[in-house]
């Protein structure tokens, strides 16, 4: 079915519902990106096509989680070749509203805290952007809750639906750290929505992808290799059950000029502390994540790995 783009959130209700009733759907699944699509988010599009009858994509550049009015400039902007890309995954619809349809009366006054689980790593040099990031992401969540837009005479249930449809939203484990706050405020604030972690997307020489990888030289892309040869280190000395000596990782990284390194640790995914004694000398036990973060000419890049053992 060809994908169906909406840009105001009414639309997005009826819209959905409509393919709700139509497909006799009992789930729906949201994902949330700002464009620039790749292989990463296609692979969240697809997780998402399994799972759900329903699957909406929304596209939004999101100007409160930049810091930086010239990184915003910059994001790139690729919508026809973005809804190309979802509808070959097969999502029915794409949202991509404006900035005056999100925030109607500029920039909001209320917005979602991160608290402190926001201020630490990305949030240390990048202030504000976490609480930026969960506003919109608590707009998106809200716009997707599936049946809104029904009549209030329960035409879903009467058209053989199952009541309300079960409500997923899919997001990328590459942000480690926007996956635990988006996690975190989930559970705390209550939605009504299970968050869905979908795998990073590498390529074939271990690269993450992201859609800031566009603007890195050859020289520099060849030189942020180190990031992902670091971390697979540590995954291979966990695996293989030996000390993870971290600092041996670090100074791997810290060999490579053309990469300025911001951190570099193993930390517990669910509150991001750092397990410092688990990375040293002793075996690796129990449950981690190394997340390591640089700034490679003009790109500033993050990665991780899950650690188990
Ligand atoms: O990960 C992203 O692309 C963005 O932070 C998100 C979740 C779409 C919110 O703008």
Same mark, same amino acid.
């Given at each position: 079915?060809p ?14 519902a ?9 789930s729906?699944?949201?994902v ?6 790749h292989?990463?988010?296609?692979q969240?599009?697809?997780t998402a ?5 329903v699957v ?7 100007p409160?989680?930049?810091?930086d009015?010239?990184?915003l400039?910059?994001?790139?902007r690729t919508?026809?070749?973005d809804l190309?890309?979802?509808e070959a ?5 794409a ?7 999100v ?11 991160a ?5 630490k790593?990305?949030?240390a040099?990048r ?6 990031a969960l ?6 969540l809200h716009?997707?809750? *599936?049946? @809104?837009?029904?009549p209030?005479?329960g035409? $879903?249930?009467?058209? #053989?639906?199952a009541g309300? !449809? =079960?409500?997923?939203a ?5 942000d480690?750290q ?12 209550d ?5 869905v972690g ?5 390529s ?5 992808l992201?859609s ?18 670091a ?6 000395r ?11 990782a ?6 490579q000029?053309?990469?300025e ?7 517990d995914?669910?509150t991001?502390? *750092?397990? @410092?004694?688990?990375?040293r000398?002793t075996? $690796?036990?129990?449950? #981690?994540?190394?997340?390591? !973060? =640089?700034?490679?000419?003009p ?11």
């Amino acid at each position: 079915m060809p994908i169906k783009l909406v840009t105001t959130a009414v639309e997005l209700r009826s819209e959905s519902a409509r393919l709700l009733m139509q497909k006799q759907g009992a789930s729906q699944g949201l994902v949330p990106t700002m464009g620039a699509l790749h292989e990463g988010h296609a692979q969240l599009a697809r997780t998402a096509v399994e799972q759900n009858d329903v699957v909406v994509a929304s596209i939004f550049v999101n100007p409160l989680q930049f810091g930086d009015a010239v990184d915003l400039d910059r994001y790139p902007r690729t919508l026809d070749a973005d809804l190309a890309l979802l509808e070959a995954e097969g999502v029915d619809l794409a949202f991509a509203p404006s900035v005056e349809e999100v925030y109607p009366g500029g920039e909001p006054l209320v917005r979602v805290t991160a608290g402190p689980l926001g201020d630490k790593w990305e949030g240390a040099s990048r202030p504000g952007h976490f609480d930026g990031a969960l506003t919109v992401v608590a707009k998106l969540l809200h716009y997707g809750i *599936p049946g @809104a837009g029904l009549p209030p005479s329960g035409a $879903f249930a009467s058209s #053989g639906g199952a009541g309300l !449809a =079960a409500y997923r939203a899919y997001f990328g484990q590459k942000d480690a750290q926007q996956l635990a706050l988006v996690r975190r405020m989930v559970a705390d604030l209550d939605f009504p929505v299970d968050i869905v972690g979908v795998p990073t997307v590498r390529s074939a020489d271990g690269l993450a992808l992201s859609s800031r990888n566009r603007f890195l030289s050859g020289e520099q892309r060849e030189a942020a290799l180190v990031l992902s040869r670091a971390l697979r280190l540590l995954e291979d000395r966990s695996n293989a059950h030996e000390p993870l000596d971290l600092e041996s990782a670090q100074d791997l990284v810290a060999s490579q000029p053309l990469v300025e390194l911001d951190y570099f640790e193993v930390v517990d995914p669910g509150t991001l502390e *750092p397990l @410092a004694e688990n990375c040293r000398e002793t075996p $690796f036990r129990g449950e #981690g994540l190394a997340i390591i !973060a =640089a700034k490679v000419g003009p790109v500033r890049l993050i990665d991780n790995v899950p650690l188990s053992s």
